[in-house]
């Protein structure tokens, strides 16, 4: 009744193995799981009001300026920092839907075997480019064989690529980016190290957490989106992934279990 009432720490009092225990028991599990959700969806709507807000508010003062302009001529300053806001909160958006679909499995494709070796060589491939445009060598290694992994590939491919963009972003010019893929017992292994500004120790506990941005990373854009969105996809691939600072930059480790 307390529960029913909107006291979600509400909890039964487990008096027995018997089946009313077993029932008290399987209450709180589930009083457990409700509290965390909502606190969750709490949370998780504060974190976007705060993160609209900035945007929205320089949008409305460049606006505004424009309309205040004396002479009728509209401030093409103003203009252009206006479209960039709305590019920022265009991206901030789908960054929100993307990882809503991903998380509630909207947005899965069915599950087929993959070469991982030749998706690898593929992202590497779509970010050469901009790499060698931001002065960054970028080295690929794959292991004799390959690795096929059973799983969705446009997720897969987004995943890697949301770690080679933060790598190449973080990666100041003159720098090394290497992707390596290995086979280790019953799990397939990507590897993305780099030679960039690394990230304070502080950070590693959240830094998979929506709109989580490191404290060295405020000049480099972004909103925080991109690491939940790779967490998300290695969930719903039973995969994991994880980060440790290097004598010389940073590595990410995608973990995915082999079908062969």
Not at 56 to 76: E, F, H, K, M, Q
Not at 115 to 141: T, Y
């Amino acid at each position: 009744t307390r529960m029913a009432e909107g006291s979600l720490s509400a909890r039964a009092r487990v008096a027995g193995n018997d089946e009313v225990g077993a029932l008290a028991r399987a209450f709180n599990t589930m009083a457990e799981r409700v509290e965390g959700t909502v606190t969750t969806l709490g949370r998780f709507a504060a974190d976007v009001a705060h993160e609209l807000k900035t945007p929205l508010t320089a949008l409305r003062v460049d606006l505004d300026l424009v309309l205040d302009t004396s002479d009728g001529a509209p401030d093409i300053t103003a203009v252009r920092r206006a479209q960039e806001q709305i590019k920022r909160l265009d991206a901030l958006t789908s960054g929100l839907l993307d990882l809503s679909r991903i998380e509630s499995g909207a947005d899965t494709m069915p599950m087929v075997p993959i070469d991982l070796g030749g998706l690898v060589k593929s992202v590497v491939d779509a970010h050469a480019s901009r790499a060698e445009q931001a002065g960054l060598s970028l080295f690929v290694s794959v292991a004799e064989g390959g690795a096929q992994v059973h799983g969705d590939e446009s997720q897969l491919r987004r995943a890697m690529g949301n770690l080679l963009d933060n790598a190449i972003k973080f990666t100041p010019e003159g720098g090394e980016i290497r992707i390596m893929l290995q086979r280790e017992e019953d799990w397939a292994v990507v590897t993305i190290e780099d030679t960039g500004v690394g990230i304070p120790a502080e950070d590693m506990p959240q830094l998979f957490s929506r709109f989580h941005r490191g404290r060295n990373s405020s000049k480099y854009p972004g909103n925080g989106l991109g690491l939940a969105i790779v967490k998300a996809i290695l969930d719903n691939h039973h995969g994991q992934v994880a980060v440790e600072n290097t004598a010389i930059g940073v590595r990410f480790s995608i973990r995915l279990p082999l079908t062969s």
